[in-house]
């Protein structure tokens, strides 16, 4: 009987499964697809039009881009092929309050908001 190897994961998968995105076609693809990124890495004083491209997009989108050395790059890395490019994606997407309310609505919900203030106090001494 053939028994098969067991599956493993590769690296890139991985790596997508915790926000890194390496490479410039997959964070070409990530912009176009309007994925939640936080933080943009390119290589500081590359020219080529691909990461001008990326660049661009980015900041279009309003994504902090950074420029960092491949030494930052490459410790960042999990594929150890990351063209000069490493974006980190969001791991949950932001949604703000207007976006809950309207989507509570819009199921014909009433949402109800309950708000906590924790007040501390701090130790007063006293004179005996």
Do not use: F, W
Not at 2 to 10: A, D, G, V, Y
Not at 83 to 106: F, K, M, P, T
């Amino acid at each position: 009987m053939n028994k098969r190897p067991p599956l493993r994961r590769s690296a890139p998968v991985e790596a997508e499964n915790d926000g890194v995105i390496e490479g410039r076609n997959a964070v070409i693809e990530a912009l176009r697809a309007g994925t939640a990124i936080d933080k943009i890495y390119i290589m500081k004083g590359e020219t080529d039009s691909a990461l001008g491209h990326i660049a661009s997009a980015a900041r279009e989108k309003g994504i902090v881009v950074v420029d960092a050395d491949r030494r930052k790059l490459d410790g960042m890395s999990r594929t150890h092929s990351h063209q000069g490019v490493i974006a980190l994606a969001a791991v949950r997407e932001y949604a703000s309050v207007d976006d809950i309310l309207n989507a509570a609505r819009e199921k014909g919900e009433n949402p109800l908001i309950a708000v906590s203030y924790t007040h501390l106090t701090l130790p007063t001494t006293s004179r005996v």
